[in-house]
């Protein structure tokens, strides 16, 4: 089944009187458990097509489904509640709140699910322990080594289970021990069924990948299939 679906899907920025399409018309289909890499130059619209996945920004046109669900007219707030129980991201910066330990940082996405402190501090414990970091629960970012941050960053898209789970250049920042340390997590998460969306300038992330999408000016320009 396709969890992602898109159909002539379009954004155009306007700026005054100008108009820059980013994207322009993109069909595209990610079934469950894929593990997706999205390529291509600067401005290619990689970006804006995560945003758009990711519940962040709208489509000017076209349809997206998520989970079977349409969800391209949905209003900000509508988009706001399945951003926050069914998609997890992690980004290039970690995007991790310095004030709060491992835990407390992993905890975040559940608070807004009302969940109950002692059920979220407990599941947000087992996903520390679950990335490597047990030994490391009280620690604040700043205490941390950037793979350490990044395996936060990815215990906490965890939280509450999505769908879907977008990380746009999740080694980036990283040495290449710490981003293969990285990318071996992310290969594990795919092999127990999580739906993976990377978006990459690395021809060697991308062949870790199931299926690796090509853009160019806003448009697929390729689309391969690959064999794990």
Do not use: W
């Not at 009187?17 to 322009?24: I, K, N």
């Not at 998520?66 to 992690?90: M, P």
């Not at 414990?125 to 080594?145: C, F």
């Not at 898209?157 to 293969?180: F, K, R, Y």
């Amino acid at each position: 089944m396709a969890i992602v679906a898109i159909e002539n899907l379009s954004k155009i920025y306007t700026l005054g009187r100008l108009e820059l399409p980013a994207l322009r018309n993109v069909t595209l289909n990610i079934e469950t458990g894929d593990y997706v890499a999205i390529m291509g130059p600067s401005g290619s619209g990689k970006s804006t097509l995560l945003n758009i996945l990711g519940c962040l920004d709208k489509s000017t046109s076209g349809r997206y489904c998520l989970n079977d669900k349409d969800i391209s007219n949905l209003n900000d707030n509508q988009l706001s509640t399945i951003r926050g129980a069914s998609i997890g991201f992690i980004f290039q910066s970690y995007n991790l709140i310095a004030q709060l330990n491992v835990v407390e940082n992993i905890e975040v996405p559940m608070y807004y699910q009302d969940l109950y402190e002692h059920i979220s501090k407990q599941h947000a414990t087992e996903l520390a322990e679950m990335v490597g970091l047990g030994d490391r629960l009280e620690h604040r970012p700043y205490e941390l080594s950037g793979g350490q941050q990044q395996r936060i960053a990815i215990a906490r898209a965890l939280a509450n289970d999505p769908v879907i789970i977008l990380a746009d250049e999740p080694t980036g920042n990283l040495d290449s021990q710490s981003g293969a340390e990285i990318l071996n997590i992310l290969d594990d998460l795919n092999s127990k069924g999580k739906t993976l969306i990377v978006v990459t300038h690395d021809e060697h992330i991308a062949a870790r990948s199931r299926h690796t999408i090509h853009l160019l000016d806003g448009q697929i320009e390729k689309e391969r299939f690959n064999h794990k």
